[in-house]
């Protein structure tokens, strides 16, 4: 009889579970809005209870609506700055924010961060056609440097709060220049470098009122939208003159 021994593997520890929450699903755009701080909280539940909690580290990931751009470099040619080559990205998103209990390169290896996109150093966009590779970086550097100074971009290592081993929240700013549409916050619990836990939250952003009215008019009823535009301008231009014939 011939006796064969195999190796037992070790069994892979079950994975915590997070329990995410936002403290807006729902923000509404309306005249005069200056933006919005949004609140991202919640537990990390270890399979074997609450008092064998372990060091967790956590990333959030805020991202909005995804749409095509493109980037012009300018060059100034006989002192006057014109266009001049350009790149055309047919996937980048209108906001991106990551917020971490500590610098990401602190708590994953680059691979792990290109793979779950836990910065903006590891934001993949999607570049239309096949272009250099150099150039490419160039101009996927500018469209995130411009992001950045409209305050659509960013990134905030140590903004997420840890307590007692379970409960975390972060809080991310939204500025006032924020796209509509639909966005999602994922919260990834890391633990030795290894993601061991992920969930996705919704949140939706959009115009209310009378901004609601004209976005809807201006993209179903573009006619409409364009006839009523100059109708009121003549309007105000000749109560305008009315006031100054006055004066």
């Not at 892979?12 to 309306?30: D, G, K, W, Y």
């Not at 992920?198 to 952003?205: E, K, L, R």
């Amino acid at each position: 009889m011939a006796l064969f021994l195999v190796g037992a593997r070790d069994p892979v520890p079950p994975a915590p579970v997070l329990v995410p929450e936002v403290s807006q699903h729902e923000i509404r755009v309306e005249q005069g809005f200056t933006g919005a701080d949004l609140l991202l909280y919640g537990a990390i539940l270890p399979p074997e209870g609450a008092a064998t909690a372990d060091d967790y580290d956590i990333v959030v990931v805020v991202e909005g609506p995804a749409r095509a751009v493109v980037v012009r470099e300018k060059r100034k040619v006989a002192g006057i700055w014109i266009n001049a080559a350009s790149s055309s990205f047919r996937s980048a998103p209108g906001f991106f924010a990551v917020a971490s209990s500590r610098p990401v390169p602190e708590i994953v290896d680059a691979r792990t961060a290109a793979i779950y996109e836990l910065g903006l150093a590891w934001l993949q966009l999607s570049p239309i056609g096949s272009i250099d590779p150099a150039r490419q970086q160039r101009f996927a550097h500018g469209l995130v440097e411009h992001m950045q100074r409209m305050g659509l971009y960013h990134e905030d290592p140590g903004a997420v709060r840890i307590s007692n081993r379970v409960l975390y929240q972060a809080r991310i700013a939204l500025p006032s220049s924020v796209p509509t549409g639909d966005y999602t916050a994922e919260t990834f619990a890391i633990r030795k470098g290894r993601v061991v836990a992920s969930a996705m939250t919704h949140i939706t952003v959009g115009k209310q009122g009378f901004a609601r009215f004209i976005a809807v008019a201006a993209q179903h009823a573009g006619l409409v939208y364009g006839l009523c535009a100059v109708a009121l301008s003549v309007l105000m231009g000749w109560i305008a003159g009315r006031l100054f014939a006055r004066v």
